[in-house]
């Protein structure tokens, strides 16, 4: 199968650790036999990685998900990566990011991504990353496989819904009032806790080895991949 990756930093495995590297949801379908185009950026936000995954299928260069310039030079990966040959799309996972990084409505960002997936005969799989899934996603578009909320998935919990753990900004420029604003900061430092406790977020942020093992069999029992 030929898959496609695309989202934020929750997407992009640590190259640089072969270990972390290889528990990874990217390298376990890699493992499996699959394709796998990974057009994810760190810290990026959800049309920077569909701008990303765009270019990419149309065989532009884009830089790679993990170079950086201070990278060890013995783990060195080229600064882009091309692909002039890709097959068709079988399967598209997104890792939907905080919505406010791009600072324009939900509705837009989702009509983008709804005529992205309409152009592709291929599954698609949203997993709520970074940035929680909005509700309103589903009014557009329903995919064939869904996450909500990652984070609460592997925390086990009823944690709060977050779109604003990297973006305190877009809390302030709100127009929520004072009391709104300060339950949503609260919600967030209670999020953050539980993440930095939690064993299966390796570095207090990212999904670490359990994580994207159990991605992978939800994917397989969905049928959508082998």
Not at 29 to 40: A, F, I
Not at 128 to 146: I, S
Not at 209 to 215: I, N, R, T, V, Y
Request: hydrophobic share 40%; glycine share 4%; proline share 5%.
């Amino acid at each position: 199968m030929n898959i496609l990756i695309l989202g934020c930093s929750f997407g992009v495995p640590n190259y640089y650790d072969t270990e972390l590297k290889k528990h990874h949801t990217e390298f376990l379908l890699r493992e499996k036999g699959h394709v796998v185009y990974n057009c994810s950026k760190n810290a990026g936000s959800n049309l920077q990685t569909l701008e990303r995954a765009k270019q990419y299928l149309n065989g532009l260069p884009i830089v790679h998900p993990a170079y950086h310039q201070n990278a060890p030079t013995d783990q060195f990966v080229d600064q882009f990566i091309e692909c002039k040959n890709i097959e068709t799309l079988d399967l598209i996972i997104w890792f939907h990011t905080e919505i406010f990084r791009d600072s324009i409505p939900a509705k837009t960002v989702y009509s983008k991504f709804t005529e992205f997936f309409s152009t592709h005969n291929a599954k698609v799989a949203v997993i709520g990353g970074a940035g929680d899934v909005l509700p309103e996603f589903l009014t557009m578009y329903t995919p064939d496989f869904l996450i909500p909320s990652w984070r609460r998935l592997i925390l086990d919990k009823d944690v709060p819904l977050s779109n604003t753990l990297s973006s305190a900004s877009s809390i302030d420029n709100s127009s929520l009032s004072l009391t709104e604003k300060l339950k949503i900061v609260e919600d967030n430092l209670t999020l953050i806790e539980l993440v930095k406790q939690s064993p299966h977020f390796f570095d207090g942020a990212h999904p670490g080895a359990w994580p994207h093992q159990d991605l992978v069999d939800q994917l397989i029992n969905a049928k959508l991949i082998t």
